[in-house]
């Protein structure tokens, strides 16, 4: 975007980004800042993460960008259900010390995975 337009909301510059170039479903993070998203049958839209105390946030765009790959394309997830999916696993990961390796007991119970 030109430096002007740096100013509008993000959700107003996907609505756009959506119509300008060739792709059309994004999404953006902002660490512990709403998640903004926008698809060809999705308006914008936006979710936050649960609130967690940070301990480092090393992987966790890796841990939400693998989340909402699993849930959107093998378990056929809508664009928003995968976001929201991804969001809790990526706040697990930057409430751990490690990279990825985070027990799922961090996770809030409605967003644990299936048995």
């Not at 100013?7 to 959506?18: C, D, N, W, Y």
């Not at 119509?19 to 998640?35: K, M, S, Y």
């Not at 990961?93 to 048995?115: V, W």
């Amino acid at each position: 975007y030109p430096a002007p337009e740096h100013a509008e909301p993000v959700l107003s510059r996907l609505a756009v980004a959506r119509d300008r170039w060739l792709v059309q479903h994004w999404i953006v993070t902002d660490g512990p800042r709403e998640a903004c998203f926008v698809g060809p049958e999705t308006s914008p839209a936006s979710m936050l993460p649960p609130q967690i105390e940070e301990i480092s946030a090393t992987g966790s765009g890796d841990v939400f960008l693998a989340c909402v790959l699993e849930s959107w394309l093998a378990r056929g997830f809508s664009l928003a259900a995968a976001v929201s999916f991804a969001l809790p696993f990526a706040s697990a990961n930057a409430k751990s010390t490690g990279i990825a390796d985070f027990s799922m007991n961090q996770l809030p119970e409605s967003r644990s995975l299936p048995a």
